[in-house]
């Protein structure tokens, strides 16, 4: 038998494993889980703040060539649609938010960005890449997973958000 002390030793290295593993990542028909995060912008940026509305959530960095092609484009999708029906959020992983504010300088958007240095918020989503997106409907149930971005993927997009806009549960 294993003395107490091993034992607890043994039960905090697995707890502490367990605690520092990613969380799986959301993929569709799961919910996505409500945040507040410091929006890059100043105020906060939180997902049930959008509940009843269509969301796309963009995880980006300003390190990351693919999120400034998506960054330009979301934000023309986002004018397509009407404010009351679909709204883009999305949030930087950037370890210094100056670089954040500085890409965003170059390249405004007209949707809140929050700020996550820590990777709170994607650790919630299970993100593993970048960029990846979440589709989510009015009730807040993910309804497509975008891992990457080419210009080619617009398109479908713009698809898959008319129909859940056009749903008005």
Partial sequence: MFPARFRAISAAALLSAA?????????????????????????????????????????WASWCGPCAKALPALDQLRKEFKPGDFQVIAVNLDRDPKLAVKFLSKRPVGYPSASDPNGTVPQRFGVDSMP???????????????????????????????????DKR
């Fill in 132 to 166: 990846t997106s979440f589709l989510i409907d009015r009730s807040g149930v993910v309804r497509h997973v975008q891992r990457g971005f080419r210009d080619g993927d617009v398109a479908p997009l713009r698809e898959k958000i008319q129909k859940l806009v056009a």
């Fill in 19 to 59: 605690l520092a593993a990613p969380a799986p990542a959301l993929e569709k028909g799961d919910r996505a889980p409500d945040f507040s995060a410091p929006g890059l912008a100043g105020g906060t940026v939180s997902l049930a703040t959008y509940r009843g509305k269509v969301v796309f959530l963009d995880f």
